[in-house]
């Protein structure tokens, strides 16, 4: 039987909101995208295999698990 794992991610740093913005709109910054990437090749080194993931619809959000897919070649 294999071991299955629930990993908890929150999203990368996010741009401040700008006049108008929401806070569900606010991309990462370069930062946060570099977080990302960084989280990504971690989860990656340490033997993650991504099944199913959940996640909000903000932009920051959406990013970042774009970047951490990638990874996996999702």
């Known amino acids: ?3 299955r ?3 908890l991610l ?3 740093h996010a741009e401040p909101p700008a006049d108008g ?3 569900e709109s606010r991309p990462l910054t370069g930062g ?3 977080e990302a990437e960084m989280a990504a090749a971690w989860l ?3 033997g993650a295999e991504p099944d199913v993931v ?3 619809p903000s932009t920051r ?3 970042t698990a774009s970047r951490v897919l990638a990874e996996f070649g999702t």
């Open 32 to 34: 946060g995208v570099r």
């Open 21 to 23: 913005q929401t806070d």
């Open 44 to 46: 990656k080194a340490h």
């Open 61 to 63: 959000t959406r990013e």
């Open 1 to 3: 039987m294999s071991v």
């Open 5 to 7: 794992q629930i990993i």
């Open 54 to 56: 959940l996640l909000s």
């Open 10 to 12: 929150r999203h990368a």
